[in-house]
């Protein structure tokens, strides 16, 4: 036995020189499951990936065991996203109690490092069902915005005073403002860390698995469009710290986990106060692996729903050309990049399942054929990730507006519950987005594989 174990030893050294850079078990017939970047392109085992994906921030919601719970939901939910060929989810794996009126309540976090177990339960559903359909899971942890706490409840948690954007004595400039002092909040920092390191380090209760050694998860982002502050001067003061503070959370997170990809879930040069020389100094770290870039008419004022035939045309021009710009930033860095949020409201701003989608369709058309030809042509895009997977859910009030108790849809809290959200309903919709994924899924059997490996 003794000689036996020896000759083993001495085959594994053998094989780690023959193969070079895979790993042991990649040598002996085991897939190093793990998504990675070469150069300007993602890998998964060994073939270039290129996906059609979707937002689902609320999969751990539905996940849980506690109040908000729905699990043969979620367990449909996946099975249709699957049937359609999605398969990458962005989804929330951070939220922190907010006073603010219109913030996710529950939240996963309820106080600093007091966490809501049914809900990381839920998020261990989640990435357990994820895994039994081979899908890939993108995981952002806070947030700059208020919906689901994040940034601006960290503060408060170190002494800040609430400040509600929707409060009209206070406003969207207050917030953001307040928001981005966390870069230079060493106490609000810390707190970030803590909780990265609890998820990051986390062990699924479902199928034991490791969060760190999980292949269903693809990568972790520091938080959902993190901004330096409001355009000009009041942004602009933060810029170092807001340097720092990427090239520190990427960083630790890397040193928790050696397998999965870090990036930071930034809009684009939109969250870099309009700068592309910004975007490039934010994102040059060697902690971010893969950029990112987010794409929102109607919030930028491009587009109105209720005139949709008119501010569509423009709205489709000014959408390519956004895409572009971070194509060439991105081979610039030498990095991949991904468009993890993109979406356009109902025509005439419906909110139901059934009404018309014809802006919508047309728009998705576009984005799709502008990403899929980009990548066909070897630019460095990796795949979309649309706004937002609505499924079964629907608005229960006139108004849209969601309370709690009602079912989770792509809209976050603070949104017309049905705005941006796909529905199953949406037949047209969901012909477009499977035609993508057929297309993406066949770009990997068209585009030369590049040799080097960064991660």
Known sequence: MKLQRVFVVFALCIASLVFGSCSLFTAFGERDDFIRTRGTQLFHNDEPYYFAGANMWYGCYLGSTGSTGDRPRLVRELDSLKLYGVTNLRVLAASELSAIKMSVKPAIQIAPGVVDDSLLTGLDFLL?????????????????????????????????????????????????????????????????????????????????????????????????????????????KNLDAFYRWIDHAAKYIHSLDTNHLVNAGTEGVVGTLQSDDYFLKAFQTPNIDYLNLHLWPLNWGWFNPEHWEETLPSTETKAIAYIARHLALARTLGKPIVMDEFGLGRDGGAILPGTPTKARDEYYQLIYKVIEDSARSGAPIAGTNFWAWGGEGYARHPDGLWKIGDPYVGDPPQEPQGRNSVFISDTSTLRIIRGQARWMKKLKLEIPVVASTNR
């Open 128 to 236: 357990a069902e994820m895994a039994k359909r081979h899908m890939h899971a993108v995981l952002y942890l806070g947030n700059y915005w208020e919906w689901s706490g994040g940034m601006s409840q960290y503060n408060v948690w170190t002494g800040g005073k609430t400040v509600d954007p929707e409060d009209t004595t206070q406003g969207w400039g207050a917030f953001m403002d307040f928001s981005a002092t966390f870069y230079s909040n060493p106490a609000a920092m810390n707190m970030y860390d803590n909780f990265v390191r609890l998820i990051v380090s986390r062990q699924n209760t479902i199928n034991g698995r490791m969060y760190s050694k999980d292949p269903a998860i693809m990568a972790w982002q520091l938080a959902n469009e993190p901004r330096p502050g409001r355009d000009g001067g009041p942004g602009a």
